[in-house]
């Protein structure tokens, strides 16, 4: 759900749950399973990607795809079954890898998905090399996006590529948001990255409405429950609740949801 460039490289991981799902404060992360319950997609679109990744890559059996920040594996499995590819999925929360887990053993992809939980920033070096790697709506967990894709690069097969799913304000916005990164510097770090812009789709924005209100419900449902349940921390999820209005409006007005195709830009000249 991250739209930000952030200096989460020094931050904990509790800081980069936090960060990645808009929370200000870290003691809201241990209730995140609950709040986030209603979701199956944790903020990129399994069947947006499922396309992006087809129409770009040849060979799709022979795939083998890294989704970052996967979640409760949506877009893995969806990759997965569509695809008959492999996939690994990482997230720090042990909550939504169970439910990753779960959800690949009952529709037939355990064989192809795998679910790791941990910190990434840890571990991906002992990881190999995949066709596709996926960094989806979670933010630039290494700093920025200049040092996050420099990362994920040394992870990248030498023709595979980067879908950077995420947002950005245009570089004359009618609004400043301060965590929000502008498109050209957006670019930039791409390019420093030694990556190239092969595509950008940008998120239809009646669908995204609809589907915002449907989301802020949940939330909303799940906090006034919470609120119920431990009255003494009633104000920690009514906080949110508020934080979760403002982070839908600007994403409804203000952010452009976009999805980035990257490639090396060394192997695409």
Not at 34 to 49: K, N
Not at 195 to 224: D, P, W
Request: with cysteine.
């Amino acid at each position: 759900m991250e739209h930000v460039t952030n200096q989460s490289k020094h931050k904990s991981v509790e800081e980069n749950i936090a960060h990645a799902m808009d929370c200000t404060d870290t003691s809201l992360v241990p209730f995140l399973p609950y709040i986030l319950q209603d979701f199956v997609e944790m903020g990129s679109s399994a069947a947006s990607i499922v396309e992006i990744v087809k129409n770009h890559t040849r060979d799709h059996p022979q795939l083998d795809i890294l989704d970052v920040g996967c979640g409760k594996g949506a877009v893995a499995i969806a990759l997965a079954d569509e695809l008959n590819c492999t996939c690994c999925g990482i997230d720090a929360v042990p909550e939504f890898i169970d439910t990753a887990n779960t959800e690949a053993g009952e529709k037939g992809m355990a064989d192809r998905c795998v679910f790791i939980c941990g910190d990434v920033r840890e571990i991906i070096h002992h990881f190999g090399h995949y066709n596709v790697i996926v960094l989806g709506s979670v933010g630039p967990i290494w700093g920025d996006y200049f040092e996050t894709l420099i990362v994920l690069k040394s992870r990248l097969n030498p023709e595979g590529l980067i879908i950077l799913d995420d947002g950005y304000l245009e570089d004359e916005p009618s609004v400043e948001q301060e965590s929000a990164i502008k498109k050209s510097a957006l670019l930039g770090q791409i390019e420093r990255a030694g990556m190239i812009l092969l595509q950008e789709y940008r998120g239809q924005s009646v669908s995204n409405s609809q589907q915002f209100e449907i989301e802020l419900a949940h939330i909303q449902k799940r906090c006034t429950e919470l609120g119920i349940q431990y009255p003494a921390q009633k104000q920690l999820f009514d906080g949110y609740i508020k934080k979760q209005k403002q982070e839908y409006d600007h994403l409804e007005n203000d952010i452009i949801c976009a999805t980035l195709v990257l490639g090396a830009a060394a192997n695409r000249r």
